[in-house]
């Protein structure tokens, strides 16, 4: 079962992000610039809408695969 995430659920300290996190990062740029909701759209029809288990968002999974590209780290690094 697929839902697609609507709200992300916020630290107390996100306004450390702006603070920390420089606004040149690679990672912030991509995120800022980058619409990913083509990736659940792709998907949608993979998935059964009302059948199973809720599903990983398969926008999370993505954003893991291209750290994983980006940074040519393993699976348990990226996570």
């Known amino acids: 079962m697929l839902q697609q995430d609507t709200i992300l659920p916020l630290s107390d300290h996100f306004k450390l992000y702006d603070l920390?996190?420089?606004k040149t990062n690679l990672l912030r740029q991509l995120n800022e610039l980058v619409d990913f909701?083509?990736?659940y759209n792709e998907l949608r029809s993979k998935y059964s809408e009302?059948?199973?288990r809720s599903a990983i968002s398969p926008i999370r999974m993505f954003k893991y695969l291209l750290?994983?590209?980006i940074y040519e780290v393993s699976d348990v690094d990226v996570v």
Request: without cysteine; charged residues 15%; aromatic residues 8%.
């Open 67 to 69: 750290l994983k590209t």
């Open 50 to 52: 009302d059948t199973g």
């Open 20 to 22: 920390l996190i420089p």
């Open 37 to 39: 909701s083509f990736v």
